[in-house]
């Protein structure tokens, strides 16, 4: 299936909605039922089949069918944040008494789940440099149940070998799940690399627009229903109708989007490469970074999330930051608008940097759709600052 049928096509029921070229929002809560007998049907297949909108709803379904074909599984869930679907693949794939192994440096609140709230209900996880697929194995204990990667990691961009920790993973019987919010599906497969659960924050590139908070779990049948019946249902963190149909809107553009990021993130790592305010550059495609051999065999695109670390103090750090003009000083990346993020802002680190979880010089930039010159001026003229 090629790229264009899926997010112009797949999924979506012209004949069923007068030929209308984008889908209606079902903004509804509930769908009757012709008879007593085809309601018992609809309850035993609420899994696809519109019920209440907790369950199946036909806007979300839609986004569903494209997400699964994007990522090549059978499946896909959608959630009302990448947190819930990050959270409701956990719970759905670990109880207690079992134990997790996750990459050292996940996304903040994925680490606050794991090591925050389910110790509290018997289940214990460790974090591992995961860079070498060894580490991973040491790590794992009799009560593992599943492997938790986020290759590479949104600050500083590490990787992991994908069919190494699959297979190491398959040999044990154990499931493993990624984060693929930074590749997003154009960049990165990894269900061609045995990985059994993909989780992303649409939020970012799927959606991106800024505008839309989302979440999806792409798997095999199975394991969506497994994730349907238990954590989806009972605690409800749904995408509502209206944000899934922003959502397909957002992904019609999915290709252009990343493509253009692509070509524009290059020209900026080169710019940055070589400026000499600028120490060290992460992103697995910023030359003497990382990880060569898995960005060939891995990562078919770059993503415009990338940080620097600057040759300066902090407060050169944040002369730098208010100092840019086309980017904005925000959280969160992956929409139309380029943004700068900088460690230091988590919370004052003067005095004790050494407990920042990143170089607290570093600076996150998001790229976006602008005019890559334009970025790379504004760049330019901020870097003097430092
Ligand atoms: C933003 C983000 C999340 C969380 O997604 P939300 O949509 O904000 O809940 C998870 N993982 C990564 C890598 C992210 O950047």
């Known amino acids: 299936m090629d790229l264009s049928h899926i997010l112009f096509h797949l999924g979506e029921e012209r004949d069923r909605y007068a030929g209308a070229v984008a889908p209606p929002v079902f903004q509804a809560s509930n769908f009757a039922q012709p008879t007593v007998a085809a309601m018992r049907a609809a309850i035993a297949r609420e899994y696809e089949h519109p019920l209440y909108t907790r369950g199946a709803n036909p806007t979300a379904a ?11 599984t059978e499946d896909a869930l959608v959630f009302g944040s990448g947190a819930a679907a990050v959270a409701a693949a956990v719970v759905a794939a670990v109880g207690q008494g079992d134990h997790v192994v996750c990459v050292d440096k996940p996304y903040s609140w994925t680490r606050q789940l794991l090591a925050g709230l389910l110790p509290r209900f018997g289940i214990a996880s460790d974090f ?8 991973v194995a040491e790590a794992l204990r009799p009560t593992t149940r599943l492997i938790v990667l986020e290759s590479p990691n949104s600050m500083t961009f590490e990787q992991q070998d994908l069919a190494a920790i699959a297979a190491i993973a398959r040999s044990r019987g154990l ?3 990624i984060d693929n919010s930074w590749a997003s599906p154009l960049g990165q497969s990894p269900a061609a690399f045995g990985i059994d659960v993909i989780v992303h924050s649409g939020t970012k590139y799927l959606a991106g627009h800024g505008d839309v908070v989302f979440g999806a779990v792409c798997a095999s049948r199975a394991f969506c229903e497994t994730v349907f019946r238990g954590p989806y249902m009972t605690l409800g963190a749904i995408l509502s109708p209206h944000d899934a149909w922003l959502a397909l809107r957002g992904l019609r553009t999915l290709a252009v989007r990343m493509q253009r990021i692509a070509d524009s993130t290059r020209r900026v790592l080169a710019f940055l490469e070589r400026h000499p305010k ?3 550059v992460f992103h697995p495609h910023a030359g003497g970074y990382g990880q060569p051999d898995l960005t060939e065999r891995q990562l078919r695109l770059a993503s415009g999330l990338l940080s620097i670390e600057l040759d300066t103090d902090l407060d050169g750090v944040e002369r730098v930051v208010d100092a840019l003009e086309r980017f904005l000083i925000a959280v969160s990346w992956g929409g139309f608008e380029s943004l700068a993020f900088p460690a230091a802002a988590w919370r004052d680190w003067r005095g004790r940097e050494a407990e920042c979880p990143v170089p607290v010089s570093l600076v996150r930039l998001s790229i976006g759709l602008e005019d890559p010159q334009v970025l790379i001026a504004d760049l330019d003229q901020a870097l003097s600052r430092a």
């Not at 591992?128 to 580490?135: E, G, L, M, Q």
């Open 62 to 72: 839609v986004l569903r069918r494209k997400l699964a074909a994007l990522e090549g």
């Open 278 to 280: 600028v120490r060290r």
């Open 175 to 177: 499931l493993t799940m």
């Open 128 to 135: 591992v440099d995961a860079r070498d697929p060894a580490t």
